[in-house]
């Protein structure tokens, strides 16, 4: 099946190409309406399904259970639609979940500020200083749902195949632009096989769920991270190859600060211990702070979050 995801500032015209495209293609668009639907099939309870119907898939994440519930569910019923259509996937994160899959066109779409509010206040008739605080929460909003949920930068064109502003081009243009890159890579008319893709691997946001907590309070202080950016090697063998490494969990932008999460016991994370040791002799100059299980789990109390205990 052949895929086309589209990521949009508001304000870009990013969700009427997306309606133009799934029209024009013939293929389904899995917008806030169908995922509403496709939650109402699943075993939720009506205020989970309600307070979905209130906002945007992607955008906004004020609800902690309800954002877990989203975040392990809402990959598996976009991909499992993807076995049976062709799809056009608005937002809700489908750069990150179809990331790797052939048959997938990655596509962002933007506008200049002023462009953006201009059309807010065209479309929704609201004040010029509304819609320029309503960009703001969007983008806001936006960028906190894709770190939390992948670990993963929305602004970072790498995700995308194909940018494009709307603000010279126009939706019309941008929508015949993305078509044409489309039929370029031979995305129309032949679909891959993405259940093999799926059998192969399928998105997970973060290696384990106490790293997907830890983002959440990251992100309610805002603070800039990145996922595991960074492998030091701390043994080679005698040719000079890494024969092992290390990997910290997060990175703190602002604070040139690497963060380890182990939320084992402290007597029983004797391997990660020396690990992080040889770490420190080899790069004194590099920050580094563990958290290790009480203090990880004291950490998550004091902000009203709930750690879900495994292994890690």
Not at 65 to 87: F, G, M, R, S
Request: proline fraction near 3%; aromatic fraction near 10%; hydrophobic fraction near 40%.
């Amino acid at each position: 099946m052949a895929i086309i995801t589209i990521s949009r500032q508001i304000g870009s015209g990013g969700d009427e190409i997306a309606v133009r495209l799934a029209e024009e293609l013939r293929f389904t668009l899995v917008d806030h309406t169908l995922l509403i639907e496709l939650l109402k099939a699943q075993d939720l309870s009506q205020s989970e399904v309600g307070a979905a119907d209130e906002e945007e898939f992607g955008e906004t994440h004020t609800h902690h259970d309800q954002d877990q519930v989203y975040a392990e569910l809402l990959p598996t019923l976009i991909t499992d639609l993807a076995t049976e259509k062709d799809l056009v996937v608005l937002g809700c994160g489908g750069q990150c979940i179809f990331r790797g899959f052939s048959g997938a066109l990655h596509v962002r779409v933007v506008a200049g500020a002023k462009e953006r509010v201009t059309r807010l206040v065209d479309e929704r008739g609201i004040e010029e200083q509304s819609a320029i605080r309503l960009i703001e929460e969007s983008d806001d909003s936006r960028r906190r749902f894709l770190r939390s949920h992948y670990g993963e930068d929305i602004d970072a064109t790498a995700h995308y195949d194909l940018v494009v502003n709307t603000e010279r081009l126009g939706v019309e243009t941008a929508t015949r632009l993305i078509r044409l890159a489309a039929e370029m890579v031979d995305l129309i008319g032949k679909g891959r096989d993405i259940e093999r893709w799926l059998g192969v691997t399928r998105p997970l946001p973060f290696a384990h769920p106490s790293e997907a907590e830890f983002a959440k309070v990251l992100d309610f202080y805002r603070i800039r991270w990145e996922y595991e950016p960074r492998t030091f090697p701390i043994a080679w063998d005698e040719a000079g190859n890494a024969t092992e490494a290390f990997s910290p969990d997060f990175y703190l932008v602002d604070f040139d600060l690497f963060i380890e999460l182990t939320t084992l016991k402290q007597s029983l994370v004797t391997v990660k211990n020396r690990k992080i040791r040889r770490f420190r002799e080899l790069y004194p100059e590099v920050k580094l702070k563990v958290f290790y299980g009480r203090d990880y789990q004291s950490l998550l109390a004091k902000y009203g979050f709930t750690q879900r205990s495994s292994s890690k």
